[in-house]
Structure formats: structure tokens, C-alpha cells
């Protein structure tokens, strides 16, 4: 597993540089444009750890790499494992980099005088729990939507699976509309947990909710790819 | 002694294409050739023995124990193991240091010392980037990988080609040095015939999924050779009894026959007034592949 988390990590690095890049231009631009530093934060949480999944899973079809990679002293669990770690790392460093870039900002922006602040970004509008929540939240979604496309990458391969994860994607939000649109009203659920959400420090509750349960699925998933990698022919 | 690699019996079906019964094994000390033409099969017997693939039928055996794709001690037996696949395989990102990084983690035997002594004979600076090398540099460094971790057995598909002449005698040189403990073995799939000529012990050729000639290489170029026939000589030749019925292989070309002797010498005190070349593995292959049966 090591073996292959130090591959993925030297892949990587050309990319970890420009993305640090990217991603603070995408941050502030964000935080501007909807007046909320934390919707900055979660955009750059949400994109790094789906970006550097296509990058990996596009690099290991490049030149027979991922096949050359099994004639390596590691076994398919490993592989697949090793994957699964190496994201999971890439997640919780992007946490931290998303929050370190969001408090940098306002650290930045609380030196500034009252006028200069732009509309929403002053920082006693941007309490940390809202920031935290975002952060930890646009992960965990992410996490959980890697927890669907990994195993089919495993499976099928990059290039097949870009054309099944959008279908298994469009399977369940049909499935979600499907259900919600009989049974619970969005309008109405959805504003009573924008106001629970917004009651004491519930957005911390939220977060660590999410972080269980995104840690449960893609647990599972791992379980799900190591299986169907083992069917893999090369 | 036990062999670095039996393979027995080995069957593979992939839609129209089967692959059956081969037998192949590498002992130590010993360079095996695996010959063929494009599809025939040599690429899916290697992807078996190496785990990559699992056989329908037969067994694959490395280093005297049986290798079932996925189990613990294959992964054992794979750090015994160097691999050139036909191209460079290496992340295009990743720079030649990087690669070093790699296999210092998967294999407990690596050495930096060789690594840094092979990279510097092919000229693989530390900061260049594997998208930027040519195919000739991305085979040197895959070589290199394959030979810093001190493996017992080489598995080579394709390792020389895109090589310039010179850079593939430079990697023949290092091949033999490899086998100079006579404790090594290379299983080395090539076109290229010719390096085989200079390095393999045995030959092993492969055509339509089946082994068509498994031979010492001595007895294909020292002992065989090509008798350059009229048609009339073929006739004469296959009257005589030389042959055994449909064991002759004849290529007949604009200028005459060529005909497939298994003992030049003896063919020679036959037919004296017939010319008889050596034959190289090149004439033994296409001979036995494409000759007409007489």
C-alpha cells in the first residue's frame, strides 16, 4: 500500500503545486462573488480531492502504467487500498489547506478598514463553525461521490468509466427526485435544516455527521473496488 | 537446480484468439528467446507468468512455487522479478528521481548505488521528466528500474526495440553482466532477432497460440541452415528420403526455393552440389512459419 501511495504521491506533485495556485485564485474569486468567504472554501474542498482522481485514474491508463504497476511487488488489494489512502490524505490535507486559506483571508481582511470590505466578507460575518461546516461538507460530498466513481474506474478503467459515472450519478439524483417529490417537500425540509443549521453550533454537528457517514461509505466502496479489481484483466 | 520459471500446459482464450499447451521454462543461467509474430500469443503467455492475466488452464511456477494471480506469495516471488514492458510505463509526470522513490519503497533490495550508476551510464539526468524522454531513454530507464532492486529473473517484452544499434549492444553488455553469475535468467520476448543471436541460450517460438519450436539457439544457427534450391533440387531432395514425409518446410521466392535444413553438415556430404547457408533465427522462424509443408 505504501508502494502505492508513494507512486500516486510522485505523480502528483507537479500538479499539487499548480492546483495550490488554482485554488487560491478560485477561492477568492468565489468568496467575492457570493459575499461568503466559507463558499470559497468549500468550492476549493469540494473540486481538489475529484480533480486529483481523474488526474490519477487518467495518468494510470497512460503508457501501461497501471498495468506495469502490478508487476510490482504489491498485490491488487494493495492497489486498490493504497488508492483509497492516498485520496483520503489528499481530502484531509484539502480541509486544511481550505481552512487555512479561509482564515489567511480574513486574517488578511480584518487588517483592512471597514469600507475596502467587500459586502459579506467582513470577518464577523463569516463565523469559523460556518466556515468549518462548508469545508468539512464539501469533502465529505465529494468523498461520498468518489466512494461512487472509484469502483468503477477500478473496474472499467478511466476511459470507460467516465461515460458510467455520469449515468450512475443521473441514476440517483432520478431515483432522489423520484423519491422526495412524493414523499417529503424539498422547500419545506430544506428550509427547517437551514435553520437548524444555523441554531448554536450545529454546523460542527453537521460536519462531524457528515464525516462519519462519508467515512462509512467510502469505506464500503474500497471493500466494492477491491473485489471488482481483482476481475480486472490487463 | 530449480528453474526461475516453468510454465505448463498454459491455455488462454480471449474471444476468437486461444492461446494452448505451451510449455516454457527459464533456468538459471539461461537466456531464453521468445520468438513470434505479432498476436501470437507471446505477450499473453508473459502477462500470465508475470500475474497480470489468470490462465484458464495449466500452471505457472516462479522460482519453484506455484503462482496464482492475487495470492500473498506471488508478491514475494515479483520482488525476485525485473520487468520491461514494450514502452516506458513510468507516470509521464514524474521525473527519473521520482522513479527512484518508487522502487525504493516496493522492493526491500533496491540499491540506490546501482540505480544511481545505471541512470548515469544511460544518461538519464535525475531532473528530467519521463514525458520528455525519447522511447530509446524511456526503455533505458525502465531497464535500469528492473536491474536496481538485483533481480534473479528478467522478464523482457520488446526491451531493445526503439533502440538505436549501439544503445542496444550497450544493453546487451549489461544483460550479459547480469548473467554473468550463471545464478540469473532472462526470458526476453523480441523481433529482434538478431539480439537474440548475440545473448540467448534457447529459443522458444510461438505462433497461432501454440509453441511451434522450442530449441537451443546453437542447433538453429550452428546446425541448421538454409539449402538454396531449384525447384527440381527440392524435388531431388525430398525423393532422397532426407526428410521424413511433411517435416520439409520450403519457401519458394522469384529466384528458387529455400529449404529448411535441420543438419547442414549432413545435408552438405548429401547433396554436395546444393549451397547451404547458416541459418539464422530469423530463416529458422520464417521457415518453419511460413514454409510450405512437403
Known sequence: MKTMI???????????????????????????ATGAVASGAAAVAAMTPFMLLFSLAAIDEQGGWERFRL???????????????????IAVATIAFALALSFATLAVLSLLPAPVVPAGLAPAENPPAAIIGGVVGGVCVIMVGMAVALPLIMRFGMTKATRLVPAVVVIFLALGVGFF?????????????????????????????????????????????????????? | MTNLIDI???????????????????????VVGFIGSNGAGKTTTLKAALGLITADEGTVRLFGQVAAPGSAA???????????????????????????SIGRVAYATWDDARWNELTALFQLAPKKKVADLSRGMGMKLSLAFALAHH???????????????????????????????????????T?????????????????NGRIMFAAPKDVLTDEAGVARCR??????????????????????????????????????????????????????????LKGESR
Open chain 1, 6 to 32: 508513494v507512486s500516486d504521491f510522485a505523480t502528483l506533485r507537479p500538479t499539487l503545486v499548480q492546483l495550490v495556485g488554482i485554488c487560491t485564485v478560485v477561492a477568492l474569486f468565489m468568496g467575492y
Open chain 1, 71 to 89: 508487476t510490482l511487488p504489491v498485490t491488487r488489494r494493495q492497489v486498490v487500498f493504497g488508492r483509497y489512502a492516498t485520496l483520503g490524505i
Open chain 1, 181 to 234: 417529490g412524493e414523499g417529503i417537500q424539498p422547500a419545506g425540509a430544506l428550509a427547517d435544516f437551514m435553520q437548524w443549521l444555523d441554531t448554536g453550533s450545529n454546523y460542527l454537528v453537521a460536519a462531524a455527521l457528515m464525516v462519519a457517514a462519508a467515512a462509512v461509505i467510502y469505506g464500503a466502496s474500497a471493500l466494492v473496488a477491491a473485489k471488482l479489481y481483482e476481475q480486472r484483466t490487463f
Open chain 2, 8 to 30: 505448463e500446459n498454459l491455455g488462454k482464450r480471449y474471444g476468437d484468439f486461444v492461446l494452448t499447451g505451451v510449455n516454457l521454462a527459464v533456468e538459471p543461467g539461461t
Open chain 2, 74 to 100: 506471488v508478491e514475494e516471488l515479483k520482488s525476485r522479478i525485473g520487468v520491461v514492458l514494450d514502452t516506458c510505463a513510468f507516470p509521464s509526470t514524474c521525473r527519473v528521481g521520482d522513479i527512484a
Open chain 2, 151 to 189: 533481480p534473479e529473473l528478467l522478464v523482457l517484452d520488446e526491451a531493445t526495440a526503439g533502440l538505436d544499434p549501439i544503445a542496444r549492444d550497450e544493453v546487451l553488455d549489461i544483460l550479459r553482466d547480469f548473467m554473468a553469475t550463471g545464478e540469473r535468467g532472462i526470458l526476453m520476448s
Open chain 2, 191 to 207: 523481433h529482434i532477432t538478431s539480439d537474440l543471436e548475440k545473448i540467448a541460450d534457447e529459443i522458444v517460438c510461438v505462433d
Open chain 2, 231 to 288: 525447384a527440381a533440387d527440392v524435388a531431388a531432395v525430398l525423393e532422397a528420403g532426407f526428410f521424413a514425409p511433411g517435416t520439409a518446410r520450403v519457401l519458394r521466392h522469384d529466384y528458387g526455393c529455400d529449404l529448411l535444413v535441420p543438419d547442414r553438415f549432413a545435408f552438405g556430404r548429401a547433396f554436395p552440389d546444393i549451397p547451404v547457408d547458416k541459418a539464422t533465427i530469423e530463416d529458422y522462424m520464417t521457415l518453419t
